[in-house]
């Protein structure tokens, strides 16, 4: 039972109680239970307890954890203040749990994207004249020419392959549809796939474009094998494109975002673009 505010609470007391409570795994109470202690002893350095800890406090608390010595990720002030607010609301009940944005926002790793020589590499690697090596150049020659989520490239049905338009029909994440380019290297080896080698692995009447050894629609779970991490040729789609010259909005369509925002962890790259175009062409640079 929540303890009543009125009370006084001893800080030590009330973790043991959170953390023996159940509904923890083991890995999370470990986790918890060093956090708590950290800042129990924060606590009783500037003699308050459990039962002081306000939103003020709590912006005391974070603000040491970032600026300290070693300073703290954002992911772990994170977790400590997860911790923290847990132990509240176990104590002193949802409306003691302060709920303001404390934590600092984890900073947008920007995508680590393959050179153009290490694209080269991997989609020599799937060369080969047997149907499912045919299968897996096309797949990732489409996965770097048109920058498709793994979902996305499996779900394709052959309705959606325009080779006359050049253009792929792609359905992404929420319903949402688009059109992307298919590139001529992407083209060859998708019509050689589905010439000489889709008609070797096909059972039935399945429309899918990319079927497995069994004939069935190929699951991510092949990519994975393929490529350790297969959105990796989709961010390099991206890096490619912009080093190329093309304008975020354009990528963002590519792409499918549903905003500019989250096309904008590729700005660094554009901004490296657009430096060389203004020492290349701009008579004071």
């Known amino acids: 039972m929540p303890q009543a505010e009125s009370d006084t609470v001893d800080t030590d007391a009330a973790i043991d109680r959170f953390l023996e409570s159940g509904g923890l795994s083991d890995a999370t109470r470990r986790a918890y239970g060093s956090d708590l202690s950290a800042f129990a ?10 039962d002081d800890v306000d939103v003020r406090v709590l912006a005391d608390y974070v603000s040491e954890l970032g600026s300290g010595r070693p300073r703290l990720a954002p992911a772990t002030i994170s977790r400590r203040l997860a911790a923290i607010r847990a132990c509240l609301r176990f104590t002193f009940g949802p409306a003691r ?10 900073p947008r790793r920007l995508p680590d994207a393959p050179k153009a020589a290490e694209i080269e590499a991997l989609l020599e690697l799937a ?27 499996v779900g394709l049905d052959l309705a959606d392959i325009d080779f006359e338009r050049e253009a792929v029909h792609v359905r992404g994440k929420g319903g949402k549809e688009r059109v992307v380019p298919l590139g001529e290297e992407a083209a060859h080896y998708l019509a050689r796939y589905l010439r000489d080698g889709r008609p070797e692995l096909v059972r039935g009447a399945d ?27 989709r961010h ?16 963002q369509e590519l792409l499918g975002h549903s905003s500019l ?23 004071r640079s």
């Open 207 to 233: 429309d899918a474009v990319f079927l497995s050894a069994r004939g069935r629609r190929l699951d991510t779970s092949t990519i994975r094998r393929l490529v350790r991490n297969p959105h990796r040729l």
């Open 41 to 50: 002893v924060w606590l009783e350095d500037r003699r308050l307890g459990l």
């Open 261 to 283: 925002s989250t096309t904008q962890v590729y700005s660094h790259v554009d901004a490296r673009r657009l430096r060389r175009v203004y020492d290349r062409s701009h008579p």
């Open 236 to 251: 390099a789609f991206a890096t490619h494109l912009l080093e190329g010259g093309a304008d975020l909005r354009t990528i």
């Open 97 to 106: 749990v302060p709920d303001a944005a404390l934590a600092p926002r984890k």
């Open 127 to 153: 060369a080969g004249d047997s149907p499912l090596a045919l299968r897996n150049r096309a797949l990732l020659e489409l996965l770097y020419s048109g920058g498709l989520r793994s979902a996305e490239a």
